[in-house]
């Protein structure tokens, strides 16, 4: 048992020896004496090398999951009560879930059938709230102001719709933008005068502040209570709202 031990206490030991070289001249032996220990052991377990980053890595990731929450939890008001944004399902559902997103992100395409269907999937019981969040081009700004814009309109969920089913190959010219929007029923004249207002550019610089302040650098983000899936993880997305869910009884 003190055999194995060794190497273990000599590893914390060697942090120590400069300062007790100063005093004791045996020291510096000793000091190699415990680093032949520490080798030997190592060389005979390489393992416990890979164990310690696998334990690293997990703590890395634990204090940015809670630093995460702690930022969220922080910033409630702003994400989950903004009168600037549009949503989908009950007002007054027990849980809401958060997407930030960009028009010209292929995962948020992939995720939008999903997303949208997920008030009724649910029974009613997830509010489901869009946050434009356009860091790709100056496309997917142009693609947000649009969005926000047909909402002044009433048409924000359809205009949402078309938006994300436009090929980001062709690059949402104004004109394929134009052309969403009148199939979204949006008045195209209307919408591009609002496009230009200052109160919406805000909402899209608000959310952009926001989602940096809450470690948010990529496109789909979701949040439900202090919790956040990152990428399109439906599976992890689900896992999050069936907990909330149940805990809203």
């Keep these: 048992m ?18 007790c070289a100063q005093q004791d001249d045996a020291a510096p032996q000793s000091r190699d004496e415990i680093e032949e220990i520490v080798r030997d052991y190592i060389l005979e377990h390489p ?4 164990q310690a980053l696998i334990k690293l890595q997990q703590r890395a990731s634990e204090q940015e999951a809670q ?8 910033n409630k008001e702003a994400i989950y009560e903004s009168d600037a944004d549009y949503s989908i399902g009950p007002d007054d559902a027990p849980v809401t879930l ?3 997103f960009d028009y010209r992100c292929g995962f948020c395409k992939r995720s939008m059938e999903w997303t949208m269907e997920l008030p009724d999937a649910y029974d009613g019981q997830v509010r489901v709230v869009f946050k434009e969040f356009p860091i790709l081009s ?3 700004e142009k693609a947000a102001l649009a969005a926000l814009a047909a909402g002044e309109q009433g048409r924000y969920a359809e205009m949402h719709r078309e938006l994300m089913e436009l090929d980001n190959s062709s690059g949402f010219t104004p004109d394929e933008i134009d052309a969403a929007a009148e199939r979204a029923g949006v008045d195209v004249d209307r919408m591009r005068a609002d496009m230009g207002s200052v109160r919406l550019q805000k909402v899209v610089a608000d ?4 989602a940096r302040q809450i470690g948010i650098n990529g496109t789909p983000a979701f949040l ?19 907990e909330a869910v149940e805990q809203a009884g």
Aim: charged share 20%.
């Design 2 to 19: 003190t055999l194995r031990l060794a190497p273990l206490a000599a590893l914390s030991l060697l942090a120590f020896t400069p300062a």
């Design 47 to 50: 393992e416990v090398i890979e």
């Design 67 to 74: 630093s995460a929450r702690d930022a969220i939890a922080s």
């Design 98 to 100: 958060v997407e930030f």
């Design 138 to 140: 100056p496309e997917s």
């Design 207 to 210: 959310n952009k502040t926001l």
């Design 224 to 242: 439900v209570g202090d919790e956040m899936v990152s990428g399109a993880n439906q599976p992890g997305v689900i896992k999050m709202l069936d």
